[in-house]
């Protein structure tokens, strides 16, 4: 009865650390989604509707989605307190903050950071491009997101379940 116990709970354990692994895959893609979403947002606002920047991220942080919309609203918040400090840097303690409860990658970071580079800095047409930029090139990760997603979701649920199995097995 303890080894049916034991083995339970090892293929129970492996299969959750499998789980947890291919979460993340599937997590990436819908960050995404909401980051282009988002960022079409703020280029409306900031464009055609010539809202100041702290506002505009504040209308995008209501509109978008957990957890993208943490991001926003932290950017908005501390953009609209801190006094003297620049978007940009605002933009990129934000990432920092971000990033390590994100599914998203090294190469999604260094796209937003590229757009927190540039955010702020000039007149509402040039953020429309920068904006329509970082989009395109977070649509093109999107895609590379979707395509790892589709391989790897399935193949690390069954490798949780199948090591456990496997550990059980070989230690009876």
Not at 13 to 39: H, K, N, Q
Not at 132 to 144: D, F, H, I, P
Request: glycine residues 8%.
């Amino acid at each position: 009865m303890l080894k049916l116990i034991g083995g339970l709970l090892v293929v129970s354990a492996t299969g959750l650390a499998g789980w947890a692994v291919a979460r993340v895959y599937a997590r990436r893609p819908v960050e995404l989604r909401l980051f282009i979403s988002a960022l079409q947002m703020l280029e409306t606002e900031i464009t055609y509707v010539a809202t100041p920047l702290p506002d505009a991220l504040d209308r995008v942080a209501q509109q978008v989605e957990f957890p993208v919309a943490l991001f926003f609203r932290r950017v908005a918040r501390e953009l609209g307190q801190q006094a003297g400090c620049s978007a940009r840097e605002v933009w990129n303690r934000a990432l920092e903050w971000y990033f390590p409860k994100s599914a998203l990658v090294r190469n999604d970071l260094g796209i937003l950071r590229g757009l927190g580079n540039n955010i702020g800095i000039s007149d509402r047409d040039d953020q429309g491009k920068h904006l329509r930029l970082a989009a395109e090139q977070l649509k093109m990760a999107l895609a590379a997101a979707e395509e790892s997603a589709s391989k790897n979701v399935k193949m690390w649920n069954y490798i949780g379940l199948l090591g456990g199995l496997i550990i059980v097995l070989a230690l009876y």
